[in-house]
């Protein structure tokens, strides 16, 4: 009984270390390093499996052996590579309310236009299931190549829509809902993964750089498009030359981006990291929370345009209104890398997503330009910092680094019902007369339900925290 009662308390031991910020294992940061490949071996293969051999090799995944070099040209020109692949893809992505605008006389219902951005960001997010799992085998290269190369023709392929055509809106769903949708699903996760191939100790900080990319797209692509499609270009000329720019940036961002770890000998099984998962209640929690918290995200990034304009403002101060919101939300993923060296990722997400949350019901009481600044700025920072910190925190709940691509891959396809459903929900609360208290509770709502989740993620490690203490305690005597 002795025996067995210590033998439990060290693997739970190893479990909650692992697992926990606060514990000898810390939480990915810019100060503090993933494990020692000594301590290593003593980790279980999986966070619901039990150590059966403790020491044994074999369970030790050759990439969990330190030697990232955390810096260096190779490093960070992959960080930069990454970076302008955020910038070009959901950074375009986030210009969809300026696109929108201009599509507003082809559409009769805000649903409609609603479900050519959710079926466009569910993509994004859900492809990562295949993605995701072909940088655990090698194949990043290609994938990011074919990405690439998808996302720039359908975006020419967007320019030829014509108001005045019968398939205009056949063909902007074909080009921007689902051919830009899988073109980016294809580089998103791998330009995340593969930062995690050259950080140990600045992982967070690395990663945290990495999705603001998007955000400084999110603020420059809205402010072009404005121009260009309101200017003496037209949507046509204006798209094309979007494309173009977009075209020779993904060019530069694949001689930049490398990678450093070989490919797996064996395929990542998606039934086995699905079984794993599953009895990981903090990676559900995480999972669910960030498909609830999808919901209020793309609600505020597709509809604050809109809202401005029905609330009377200026046009010329609204086109701007996503700038605001994005250039919060820049510095919020910026911040976020930072914070989290201090209070940890877990703690900077509970955080980020409770005042995220929150201002966002404040979008009942928006009526003037200041209003409209304060909610963008607020809302921006905080979903910035929270996004920021959904890779960090997925490769921080993985116990086998092998696996970051397709626990990551399955994070984000879950989140990305909630990107699909969302929006169009939010538009038939909306509904044609544009009652917005109604859409604005329900998305708020459903974000808060997130914020819950995060909380639960953070009880669960705290549990683990005090069964770790416990067994520390028997052990010693």
């Known amino acids: 009984m002795v025996v067995s009662t210590s033998r439990h ?38 966070v619901s499996q039990p150590v059966k051999i403790v020491g044994n090799p074999s369970l030790v995944d050759p990439s969990d052996a330190p030697g990232s070099p955390d810096g260096g040209f190779t490093a960070w020109g992959t960080v930069l590579g990454a970076f302008l692949i955020q910038f070009c893809g959901f950074g375009y992505t986030s210009a969809y309310g300026t696109q929108v605008i201009s599509w507003l006389p082809v559409f009769l219902t805000s649903m409609t236009y609603s479900w050519i951005g959710s079926v466009n960001a569910f993509l994004i997010l859900s492809v990562g299931l295949v993605s995701g799992r072909m940088v655990d085998l090698g194949a990043f290269y290609p994938v990011m190549k074919i990405g690439c190369f998808l996302q720039c023709f359908f975006l020419f392929m967007l320019s030829l829509a014509k108001p005045d055509r019968y398939y205009q809106a056949s063909l902007i769903f074909l080009s921007q809902g689902i051919g830009f949708g ?101 990676y559900i929690c995480v999972c669910i929370g960030m498909a609830a918290y999808e919901v209020g995200f793309f609600f505020e990034a597709f509809y604050l345009q809109l809202d401005s304009i029905l609330h009377g403002l200026s046009q010329g101060f609204s086109f701007y209104s996503l700038a605001i919101l994005n250039s919060g939300s820049f510095i919020g993923r910026l911040a976020a890398g930072v914070v989290s060296a201090y209070v940890g990722i877990s703690n900077t997400v509970v955080g980020s997503s409770l005042i995220s949350s929150a201002v966002l019901f404040a979008m009942i009481g928006l009526h003037s330009e200041a209003s409209v600044a304060v909610i963008a700025v607020g809302y921006g920072f905080c979903a910035g910092g929270l996004v920021a910190m959904m890779g960090p925190l997925i490769s921080y709940l993985t116990p086998e680094i092998s696996h970051i691509g397709a626990r990551m ?20 609360f909306l509904t044609s007369h544009y009652i917005w208290w109604k859409a604005v509770v329900f998305a708020g709502t459903v974000a808060t339900g997130g914020c819950i989740m995060f909380i639960s993620m953070q009880v669960i490690l705290k549990i683990r925290q005090k069964t770790l203490s416990v067994c520390s305690k028997e052990a010693g005597v």
């Open 9 to 46: 308390c060290h693997v739970q031991a190893s479990l909650v270390a692992q697992l926990h910020p606060s514990l000898n294992w810390p939480p990915l940061s810019m100060s503090t390093p993933f494990p020692s490949h000594e301590t290593a071996k003593q980790a279980p293969e999986s």
């Open 182 to 282: 899988i073109a980016i699903g294809l580089t998103n996760v791998p330009s995340i993964t593969v930062v995690s191939h050259h950080f140990q100790q600045r992982r967070a900080f690395a990663m945290g750089i990495v999705v603001a990319g998007a955000s400084l797209g999110a603020i420059l692509h809205p402010i072009m498009l404005n121009n260009l499609i309101n200017g003496r270009l037209g949507f046509t000329n204006g798209v094309r030359a979007s494309a173009g720019l977009i075209s020779g940036l993904l060019f530069i961002a694949n001689l930049l981006m490398r990678t450093r770890l070989p490919p797996q000998p064996k395929a990542v099984s998606y039934t086995r990291v699905l079984q794993d998962s599953w009895r990981d209640g903090a």
């Open 409 to 428: 891959g399955i994070a984000f396809a879950i989140a990305g019902i909630g990107s699909l459903v969302g929006a169009p929900i939010c538009g038939v």
